[in-house]
């Protein structure tokens, strides 16, 4: 994008100004190299959401921004239901509480390294992933419904965790207010046993090493220490979720027209949060979230299984699980009013700073670890929240490395199978169960993992705890 | 007549283009299980019945999307055939069917798995007596 339609606030801050009906101006936290080279529909994207009924502050993108559909990826919006703020479907999308979380172990890289190959093949084995895949839990469509009321906490209730996974969860496990009515049959009969299911795309269950430790006080308090071995795990909602997604596009497309909401781009289609069809939609996603929370404690049970049947000792602890494709209700200052305010992050991390009640009473006073999944074969961090992300960014950060190449083109440039060799030689066993798939992923394909996460710690959004190296990687 | 795909930069464009609307939505549906598995090499056996209707052509052809991928998750299916009505009542209605077969990860090629179908990029257009019908799926 061209650096000069943006207003400098800073070296990682850059203002679109609030023009015509924008009703709040556009921001973009990243470096002017990220900027340069983003796609110029990020900016239209930032300003198409900066319309939307109720928005408050203004309508953000994070480092690594790429064009999504009607937010882009990486946005974060807030709107206020007592100034006529609005829920919208592509401020989510379709695979709701896509997000990630991450076990320490008590395995060094020495003694994982010379069995990863053994360690991979084991959970390739264990954990279901791919297109259509079933898990390995039956549940009852009533065992479904209190899924998706009390999420991981139930699957917890099971066996299938120990209560310290939900003291680490986001949310410890669960969001109330989530009524699976609101939740279409369909969307019932296409959960189709996907509990505990990695799913497709750019899925991951990643071992990987403490590279680097950027703040020694912040990391022993995460329970992290130089080349330990952590696990980390990239799934969401699975059909579901998916489901519930496009139902919801459709009430919400209606719901635009019924109340005369003018939108910039079809989708953007939203309904007032005080609206039948807002809250319905609040709930189901929701149900959804719950739902993405409970797959991801069933894929840490067999992460535990698998990781017990090659190190007998080994013991995997939570260092902190959260989902980057979120709507949620927080509290936050706006002109030093304290607000109830709805924030969509599609593609972006919460990052609460230090204090905040959200934050397990462990890490309280550091902040909330926020966990950045770069790429295969480079690199992925932990971050912590801020004071200042509270105030710039509603405590939000990046969630990734972001995509700076189309699917098509990188299938074009790689071969899956190829990269694996290749990957192989730097040290990193990959087994993947769609080579085409594995191909789009490839870390070439992506942004800077490393500028994108410079440029949230330089603007003080969130600052750089470790870095973590991936030795194996295990992809839908 | 013909379908392909077109980049995005997160997702996958899919395209269909037809002598008459009804031909673009079934090529289009075509693009969408090529974007999943090679769909050359699903056999078309076992039908299944779509209907789904909408304000508008354009989310029509959303909606038509979006209720084939749930029945193929719903079935466990991938589909290769498709037949497309369209009328128009009060609002546009779609009676047609999908011809595929049971997913198999061995025989199919598995590429993406497809999320949905968006508003992004959505077009359902009549240029020199074609049609052309495409948006944005989310993989």
């Known amino acids: 994008m ?6 400098k606030i800073n070296e990682y801050e850059w203002e679109i100004a609030k023009t015509g009906d924008m009703r709040v101006p556009g921001k ?21 959401v900066a319309t939307l009924p109720g928005i408050q502050k203004a309508s953000m993108a994070m480092a690594d921004a790429h064009w999504g559909y009607g937010f882009p990826i990486g946005g974060v919006a807030a709107f206020d239901a007592n100034d006529g703020g609005v829920v919208s479907v592509g401020g989510v999308g379709f695979d709701v509480n896509c997000g990630v979380r991450t076990l320490r172990t008590n395995l060094t890289r020495k003694e994982v390294e010379p069995k990863i190959k053994e360690l991979i093949d084991q959970l390739f084995r264990d954990v279901p992933a791919g297109l259509g895949i079933r898990g390995e839990i039956s549940l009852a469509p009533e065992q479904v419904k209190r899924v998706l009321t009390e999420g991981a906490k139930y699957i917890v209730d099971l066996g299938y965790g120990l209560p310290e996974d939900l003291e680490f969860t986001e949310e410890e496990g669960f969001v109330n207010g989530a ?19 990695l799913g497709s795309g750019n899925h991951y269950l990643e071992v990987q090493y ?9 990391a022993k308090i995460f329970g992290l220490e130089k080349n330990q071995i952590l696990v980390t795990i990239h799934c969401g909602s699975r059909a579901l979720g998916h489901q519930i997604g496009t139902d919801y596009l459709k009430i919400l497309a209606e719901a635009s027209r019924k109340y005369g909401i003018t939108i910039r781009d079809r989708e953007l289609v939203c309904a007032p949060i005080n609206s039948k069809e807002g809250q319905k939609y609040i709930s189901a996603v929701r149900c959804a979230i719950n739902y993405a929370f409970a797959n991801r404690q069933v894929i840490t049970y067999l992460a535990r299984k698998s990781f017990k049947r090659i190190f007998k ?8 699980g959260i989902g980057h494709n979120t709507l949620k209700e927080e509290k936050h200052k706006v002109n030093g009013k304290q607000k109830h305010l709805f924030v969509h992050r599609k593609g972006s991390t919460r990052a609460f700073g230090p204090g905040r009640q959200e934050i397990p009473q462990a890490y309280r006073k550091a902040g909330q670890p926020v966990l950045v999944g770069g790429t295969m074969g480079t690199c992925s961090y932990i971050l912590v929240g801020t004071d200042i992300g509270m105030e710039r960014t509603f405590g939000s950060a990046c969630h990734g490395a972001g995509r700076a190449m189309s699917r098509t083109k990188a299938k074009k440039m790689w071969y899956g199978k190829k990269l694996a060799e290749e990957l192989k030689k730097k ?3 990959i087994r993947a169960h769609s080579m085409p798939g594995l191909a789009e992923e490839a870390p070439g394909a992506y942004k800077q993992v490393d500028e994108v996460v410079n440029s949230m710690h330089n603007a003080d959004i969130a600052k750089k705890i470790v870095k973590l190296k991936p030795i194996g990687n295990l992809k839908g | 007549m013909s379908y392909e795909t077109f980049p995005h930069e997160a997702d996958i464009g899919i395209k269909g283009i037809g002598k008459t609307i009804e031909e673009a939505f079934e090529e289009a549906a075509k693009a969408l299980f090529d974007v999943e598995v090679d769909i050359e090499k699903v056999k078309a056996e076992k039908k299944i019945e779509i209907e789904c209707q909408a304000q508008n052509k354009e989310e029509l052809f959303v909606e038509w999307l979006n209720s084939l991928l749930s029945q193929a998750s719903l079935n466990e299916m991938v589909f290769s055939k498709f037949k497309v009505n369209i009328k128009k009542n009060k609002t546009f209605e779609i009676k047609g069917y999908a011809l595929g077969e049971k997913l198999d990860s061995e025989k199919h090629n598995i590429k993406d798995e497809v999320k949905g179908a968006t508003y992004s990029q959505l077009k359902v257009e009549q240029k020199n007596n074609k049609w052309v019908v495409q948006c944005i799926v989310d993989v």
Do not use: C, H, W
């Open chain 1, 2 to 7: 061209e650096i000069s339609r943006f207003k």
């Open chain 1, 28 to 48: 973009i936290f990243a470096s002017s190299k990220l900027i340069k080279e983003m796609d110029e529909k990020v900016l239209e994207q930032v300003t198409n």
């Open chain 1, 179 to 197: 009524d699976p009515k609101n939740v279409s049959d369909l969307a019932l009969k296409r959960e189709k046993k996907q509990v505990g299911t």
């Open chain 1, 210 to 218: 403490v590279d680097e430790i950027y703040d020694e006080t912040i």
């Open chain 1, 313 to 320: 000792n080994s013991e995997l602890k939570m260092v902190y």
């Open chain 1, 427 to 429: 040290g990193i066993y």
